[in-house]
């Protein structure tokens, strides 16, 4: 059976370079925004534009703007350099609906360290229609019929230029399904051509009715469900931000304390909450002026000043792990061994690129004999800290550096009571967010069934599970159970046949995945229309995905290789040279978190400027989000989600 995956994500855009003559009025502008856009001043537009002189301007109406200025939004940026080993020609594809990060890298057989190498903001609000870089010949020989123009992009600042591809079938497809925005183009207009509402022109281009339409622009007029009959058809892994927030809508960006605009909310009320003049309010946020807006992040004020690197000019690094050798206690000593291993190779791969790093490796002994090994970090010339793994290790840690700020990153450690500490980094993702995700994956599936939850020993996660469940869908009927054989298929009440069932695996043991499979398999061999969800990865997954996407199954997991990419090719191939071995799962978490930590650092040690990037490494997804307490959390996580055909 050919299996489908679906797969949601964020993407930034890349607009094309145009020069404007003309703009059409659309809900929401104004002068000053108008003005804004084009590199304009509200006084040149008034004088292009008398009419505009009231600052009174209707949907529909045509303004002349600068001839020759360029939009104000990422139309100017360069395309960084691209040192992989791809091809230095690069091209544009056009995003189609519900196009992926992970669809993209699998269909133009490109890794996602290189993608978001090429495209550095590539998680950002994807709209369809939107430009992604990517390699010219891969756009040439994987691109899809119905995947937009492709133009060619030249590295550094040289400008973009169209390129002239072969006819071809997927060239003509690709011109019935996009439309290049010309100056006298309006809505009314569009509709009219091909035959489109207006409501599904914004439908199938996100942001389009806020944006307004921009000469030069390309635009999906058709094709809404082309996505679904091209969907690749080999497994591939998702990776989604979580969409149920967990944390509140103050939170931190770059050197300041932010705030997400509510539904509701007023600028009286704002300036009450956070006990600041609007004045200040105006000068952090000059946009403010166009109105508030439901959605729009507001800076409320300057953080206090972070981490400051002391002295030199290497980086000095502490890795702190649990071998036990002062303490005789072996306990943790491989998957220290293994987590230094990978630690090593990328350290030496940040020396090779030019960073300067002065590395120290502490033996952490185990929780007990821990505290004689904080003795040996040097707070006058320590500039972060990886490690220690367990919880009261990291909060003893995080007491000896208190007045230093030294940034700590905690592999394994997550728990509530870490959040208040704004020097510490959490990588291991909570297993409530995953749980989180769970609950709106089946309310978006529930229509009465019966809903089984197969529980972990302490019934923690299924308890947590249900009472959200009950929370969240009407009248639920939902049986936790220990065992998958306790699953059983309802009765429809009229035909007396059997009825479908949702069915849960809240328990991480393999075994117990293994048992959850075969019972999906055995079941929906009975019934069709199960719905199938796991807060976990089980390697049956992989071995039965054809038999399993019967069941509808959907499940989260993390640290999953993508062993097609350019860059994890590259990191599996060093590291086999270098140990004659393929990494282990320790081995793999500690190249993952030393390259991307080391990779956020700067010269001065500014890591937690760097904490915004959204980066793949060899297997673990990094997606920090600050919590209003203060300490940095990784809310990336991976679904997988099998559909029949």
Not at 230 to 255: G, I, L, M, P, R
Not at 587 to 609: C, H, P, Q
């Amino acid at each position: 059976m050919i299996k489908k995956f679906f797969i949601i994500a964020g993407l930034t855009a890349f607009a094309g370079l145009s020069a404007q003559k003309t703009h059409t009025v659309v809900k929401g502008d104004n002068p000053y925004n108008i003005a804004k856009r084009y590199g304009m001043t509200v006084d040149d537009l008034v004088k292009l534009n008398p009419s505009t002189k009231s600052g009174t301007i209707n949907i529909g109406e045509v303004l002349i703007v600068n001839k020759s200025a360029k939009t104000s939004s990422a139309t100017t940026s360069k395309v960084e350099s691209y040192s992989g080993s791809i091809s230095s020609k690069l091209g544009k594809i056009a995003l189609k609906p519900k196009q992926t990060i992970y669809g993209i890298t699998k269909q133009y057989r490109i890794s996602e360290s290189d993608l978001r190498q090429l495209n550095p903001e590539i998680d950002s609000n994807m709209k369809i229609g939107d430009l992604v870089v990517l390699p010219l010949s891969k756009i040439e020989k994987y691109g899809d019929a119905d995947q937009g123009a492709v133009q060619n992009v030249q590295p550094e600042t040289q400008p973009v230029k169209s390129v002239t591809v072969t006819p071809s079938s997927s060239t003509k497809k690709a011109n019935e399904n996009s439309y290049t925005i010309e100056a006298k183009d309006n809505y009314y207009k569009l509709s009219r051509k091909f035959n489109i509402s207006q409501k599904e022109l914004f439908a199938l281009n996100r942001g389009l009715e806020d944006k307004g339409l921009q000469p030069g622009d390309i635009i999906i007029v058709k094709g809404a469900n082309v996505s679904e009959k091209n969907a690749a058809t080999n497994a591939v892994v998702s990776t989604e931000k979580a969409s149920v927030q967990t944390y509140t809508s103050t939170s931190f960006a770059d050197d300041y304390v932010t705030y997400t605009v509510q539904e509701g909310d007023t600028v009286f009320g704002l300036l009450n909450k956070f006990g600041i003049t609007l004045d200040n309010l105006l000068t952090l946020n000059p946009n403010l002026s166009e109105g508030l807006k439901s959605g729009m992040i507001l800076k409320i004020k300057k953080l206090d000043a972070a981490y400051v690197k002391k002295s030199g000019n290497a980086l000095n690094v502490v890795l702190m792990l649990p071998f036990g050798f002062d303490s005789n206690d072996s306990k943790y000593r491989n998957l220290s061994l293994d987590f230094l291993a990978g630690a090593k190779l990328a350290i030496e791969r940040n020396v090779k690129s030019g960073q300067s790093l002065d590395i120290k490796v502490i033996d952490a002994g185990n929780e007990k004999s821990f505290k004689n090994s904080l003795t040996q970090i040097n707070q006058n010339n320590t500039d972060l800290i990886i490690g220690p793994f367990f919880k009261s290790s990291v909060l003893e840690a995080l007491e000896y550096v208190k007045t230093s700020k030294i940034p700590i990153v905690a592999p394994f450690a997550n728990s509530d009571d870490l959040l208040v500490h704004s020097n510490l980094i959490i990588v291991e993702t909570n297993e409530l967010i995953y749980a989180d995700r769970i609950v709106k994956e089946v309310k978006d599936v529930f229509s009465d069934q019966k809903i089984y939850i197969v529980a972990d020993n302490d019934q923690s996660m299924s308890k947590y599970l249900k009472s959200n469940l009950e929370k969240t869908l009407k009248n639920p009927n939902i049986i936790v159970v220990k065992s998958a054989a306790e699953i059983q298929l309802d009765q429809n009440m009229m035909t007396g046949q059997p009825a479908p069932v949702i069915a849960i695996l809240a328990n991480n043991n393999d075994d117990i995945g293994e048992a959850f499979a075969n019972k999906l398999i055995a079941a929906s061999k009975e019934a069709s229309g199960i719905k199938a969800f796991s807060m976990y990865y089980s390697p049956v997954f992989d071995k039965k995905s054809d038999e399993l996407s019967q069941s509808n199954l959907v499940y989260i997991m993390d640290r999953k290789i993508d062993t097609e990419g350019d860059f994890e090719r590259e990191i599996l191939a060093a590291y086999k040279a270098k140990y004659c071995k393929s990494p282990s799962k320790y081995a793999v978490i500690g190249f993952d978190v030393v390259n991307d930590m080391l990779s956020r650092e700067n010269k001065k040690g500014e890591i937690f400027k760097q904490m915004n990037k959204v980066q793949t490494q060899l297997g673990t997804k990094f997606e920090f989000e600050r919590t209003k307490s203060g300490a940095y959390v990784n809310k990336g996580y991976r679904v997988v989600r099998l559909l029949p055909q």
